[in-house]
């Protein structure tokens, strides 16, 4: 991974796998521990789709991350892997935006919503979800998602998202 942003913008940034003991950190000091996933899920996750796996840097620092996978919107299960992949998947999921609290407020998590959009349009897939979680549900339906139904993940409520791409 190599960014240099000289404005101190978030930029977002394809990483690689020796990134992602700083992506797992990153996760452990943004999230409460209901939230914690194992370091080896990330490896899982890059190795599944390492096209959806990226940094959102400030300057030269990793400030977030955003991990997406293909799939399908009716599957409910998305604490497992279930990295499965028949080629015919219409949905980009995003597993993670996650933004380092120390540059929450700068405006980051916008970018990389914005960029699951782009790589969503790119891809030629035909809907975006996901799970919000810790209250984030309003950030969410202002980027247009729809707020689906209720879910638990990890125990913890939270809801099922969509976005169809036009």
Same mark, same amino acid.
């Given at each position: 991974?190599?960014?240099?942003?000289?404005? @101190?913008?978030?930029?977002?940034?394809?990483?690689?796998? %020796?990134? #992602?003991?700083?992506? +797992?950190? !990153? =996760?452990?000091?943004?999230?409460?521990?209901? *939230? +914690?996933?194992?370091?080896?899920?990330?490896?899982?996750?890059?190795?599944?789709?390492? %096209?959806?796996?990226?940094?959102?840097?400030?300057?030269?620092?990793?400030?977030?991350?955003?991990? !997406?996978?293909?799939?399908? %919107?009716?599957? &409910?299960?998305?604490?497992?892997?279930?990295?499965?992949?028949?080629?015919?998947?219409?949905?980009? *999921? #995003? +597993? %993670? !935006?996650?933004?380092?609290?120390?540059? =929450?407020?700068?405006? !980051?998590?916008? #970018? @990389?919503?914005? +960029?699951?959009? &782009?790589? &969503?349009?790119?891809?030629?897939? =035909?809907?975006? #979800? @996901?799970?919000?979680?810790?209250?984030?549900?309003?950030?969410?339906?202002? =980027?247009?998602? &729809?707020?689906?139904?209720?879910?638990?993940?990890?125990?913890?409520?939270?809801?099922?998202?969509?976005?169809?791409?036009?």
């Amino acid at each position: 991974m190599q960014a240099s942003d000289k404005n @101190g913008c978030g930029r977002v940034v394809p990483i690689g796998r %020796d990134d #992602i003991p700083a992506i +797992h950190a !990153l =996760q452990c000091r943004a999230f409460k521990p209901e *939230f +914690h996933e194992p370091v080896e899920l990330y490896y899982e996750m890059f190795a599944f789709y390492p %096209d959806g796996c990226f940094a959102i840097m400030v300057d030269d620092t990793m400030a977030g991350y955003v991990f !997406l996978h293909p799939a399908d %919107d009716d599957r &409910t299960d998305y604490e497992a892997a279930g990295w499965a992949q028949r080629g015919d998947e219409q949905c980009l *999921f #995003i +597993h %993670d !935006l996650c933004i380092d609290p120390d540059f =929450q407020g700068q405006g !980051l998590s916008l #970018i @990389g919503a914005r +960029h699951v959009e &782009t790589v &969503t349009r790119e891809r030629g897939f =035909q809907k975006i #979800i @996901g799970v919000a979680i810790e209250g984030v549900q309003e950030f969410w339906e202002k =980027q247009g998602f &729809t707020m689906v139904r209720p879910y638990r993940y990890n125990g913890e409520p939270a809801m099922f998202m969509e976005k169809v791409i036009g």
